[in-house]
T-cell receptor, first 112, second 110 residues
Framework: NAGVTQTPKFQVLKTGQSMTLQCAQDMNHEYMSWYRQDPGMGLRLIHYSVGAGITDQGEVPNGYNVSRSTTEDFPLRLLLAAPSQTSVYFC???????????FGEGSRLTVL | GNSVTQMEGPVTLSEEAFLTINCTYTATGYPSLFWYVQYPGEGLQLLLKATKADDKGSNKGFEATYRKETTSFHLEKGSVQVSDSAVYFCALDSSYKLIFGSGTRLLVRP
């Protein structure tokens, strides 16, 4: 019972590098989202998707791109990494009936 | 806009003590309210929820009541255990977006 799977769990980047955080879910949920977690600030929504081919911005979208070509996958791309993007990133999918979010285990990103 | 405010932590309690973590919200209408818990090194998981005013959500000995008069959703537990040590997040549902509070760290000492 995999649920939501995120990779990688840890990543160190240099300023200006790019990378993609992968997220996959096996629950056939239409809604998926990316959050970042910073000390004292809780979780802030970066981008979300209500289904394949549909994405929208959350509270803090700048510096991040997303796409949703399949129901299962929702990758998050950092095109030009900056130290301000050092954070823990969580992917989540949402049960359509209960509204419950199911979270991955998180990806800790450090930008030097 | 919609927002959630939680009491700052950390909250440090002895085992079997009574727990209250305060949560208040600002929202239009009557959104669903949630408490999520994050254990060390893990993602968040749903602890309990309430979907309308005066609803009480409960799970694992934790309870929270949706109070529209005071716009609050305080988390309570009568007797905490060491295993309850975690970070607790209050959240509200805002049109496909879950808005989280800043989290409250709970540390329970034996």
């Amino acid at each position: 019972n995999a649920g939501v799977t995120q990779t990688p769990k840890f990543q160190v980047l240099k300023t200006g590098q790019s990378m993609t955080l992968q997220c996959a879910q096996d629950m056939n949920h239409e809604y998926m989202s990316w959050y970042r977690q910073d000390p004292g600030m809780g979780l802030r929504l970066i981008h979300y998707s209500v289904g394949a081919g549909i994405t929208d911005q959350g509270e803090v979208p700048n510096g991040y791109n997303v796409s949703r070509s399949t129901t299962e996958d929702f990758p998050l791309r950092l095109l030009l990494a900056a130290p301000s993007q050092t954070s823990v990133y969580f992917c989540a999918s949402r049960h359509p009936g209960t509204g419950e979010l199911f979270f991955g285990e998180g990806s800790r990103l450090t930008v030097l | 806009g919609n927002s959630v405010t939680q009491m700052e932590g950390p909250v440090t309690l002895s085992e079997e003590a009574f727990l209250t973590i305060n949560c208040t919200y600002t929202a239009t209408g009557y959104p669903s309210l949630f408490w999520y818990v994050q254990y060390p090194g893990e993602g968040l998981q749903l602890l309990l929820k309430a979907t309308k005013a005066d609803d009480k959500g409960s799970n694992k000995g934790f309870e929270a009541t949706y109070r529209k008069e005071t716009t609050s959703f305080h988390l309570e537990k009568g007797s905490v255990q060491v295993s309850d040590s975690a970070v607790y997040f209050c959240a509200l549902d805002s049109s496909y977006k879950l808005i989280f509070g800043s989290g409250t760290r709970l540390l329970v000492r034996p």
